[in-house]
């Protein structure tokens, strides 16, 4: 059973910053795809950032230069260092993770961003 379990969410004001946190349930080098989404309230679920295996990260354009994703490998864990947060940047933030073609979750973790 993969567990994805996300931390480090909160309330933080505009120009500030968070890190988040994902740890996995077993090796981090059993996946083959890493990275984070976000759903605001009324939206769809939107990609922030990641990538597979042996290839570049991506990010979405709204969060590129603020955002970095990266990976401890030796604590199986992946994170999501946020910079310059604005408001719109407020919703609930999911870890993602691929291993073959199945799929996982993190069961999320809410970032507010108060102007």
């Known amino acids: 059973q993969v567990q994805l379990v996300e931390s480090g969410g909160g309330p933080v004001q505009a120009g500030g910053s968070l890190r988040l946190s994902c740890a996995t349930s077993g090796s981090i080098f059993s996946f083959n795809f890493m990275g984070w989404y976000r759903q605001a309230p009324g939206k769809q679920r939107d990609f922030v950032a990641g990538?597979?295996?042996?290839?570049?990260?991506n990010y979405a354009d709204s969060v590129k230069g603020r955002f970095t994703i990266s990976r401890d490998n030796g604590r199986n864990t992946v994170y999501l260092q946020m910079n310059s947060l604005k408001p719109e940047d407020t919703a609930v933030y999911y870890c993602r993770a691929l291993r073959g073609g199945t799929g996982y979750w993190g069961q999320g973790t809410q970032v507010t961003v108060s102007s």
């Open positions: 990538g597979f295996s042996g290839e570049s990260t």
